[in-house]
DNA sequence: CGGTATCCTCAGAGATACTG
DNA sequence: CAGTATCTCTGAGGATACCG
């Protein structure tokens, strides 16, 4: 079984930004604890809301995810196998923080140049030329 | 000159949470962020802020940020040089998403676990052994 | 259905030394 | 002071195939 370790211990009085973050960081963690926000959700009902993962990457997620006492895994002894993915209190605490997230992604997905790079006497050089947009 | 490129396009519901997690990722950018909200900055004095990081990884940081708008870079023809960092205005509506990373860190730094893994009918199995404390 | 098992790639990040 | 220049390496993450 592969131990689960975690990088940065650097510290500061930013410390638990970067705490925060560490946690939740990880390709897809973010959007799981979106999702599983809305309810517990099994394996494969979350897959159909990540087009884009592998089993693999996804079970690692939910297992660091685990790990770390943001979600409860739940086997049940049936044929055909189910098994549902939940959030614990830990894991619903996180419910600002992911909002915060969406909140600043919905309000800046669509860039406006003219509200940016304006901050003191600014050059006016170095022009931003391209965003990341949200496809579909 | 290296390209700056940003890599998740994956979307859903919850693809602004990945946007806005992308965007701040990359192991100092979350705190360099929370450092410059307190205002101007120059290079040493974030470094100094920072204790393990490297000039190299300060630099590809702050242009990163500087990339995606949320940093204004500002060079001083002077003998010695002379560059201030402060945040856009782009920069400066990512407080709410910097301050809830910062208050859910602050708040379980120190895990306890009573108050973890009570989801549903726990099975009570899979002790959370080890989080990462902040040392300092 | 809900995963594992392998194999592989490549970009993020550290160490060290040097410079306009 | 505020960076560059290399060189190296780890491991997160993708592709593909198979299993209880």
Redesign the pocket.
């Known amino acids: 079984m592969p131990r689960i ?1 975690h ?1 940065r211990l650097d510290c500061s009085p930013g410390c638990a930004v970067e705490a925060t973050l560490e946690l939740i ?4 963690k973010g959007v799981i604890l979106f999702h599983l926000l809305q309810g517990t959700m ?4 979350i897959r159909k809301r990540l087009p ?12 660091e995810l685990e790990h770390d006492g943001f979600v409860l ?1 739940t ?1 049940y002894a049936e044929v ?6 939940t959030l614990t209190e830990r894991g619903r605490s996180l419910e600002p923080v992911i909002m915060a997230l969406k909140s600043w992604g919905d309000a800046h997905t669509s860039f406006d140049p003219a509200s940016a790079d304006r901050a003191t006497g600014g050059t006016g050089a170095g022009p931003p030329d391209s965003w990341p947009a949200c496809r579909s």
Chains 1, 2 share one sequence.
């Open positions: 370790r990088r960081d990880g390709k897809w099994r394996f494969n009902a884009n993962v592998t089993p693999r990457m996804l079970t690692a997620q939910l297992r895994r086997v055909p196998p189910k098994v549902e993915y």
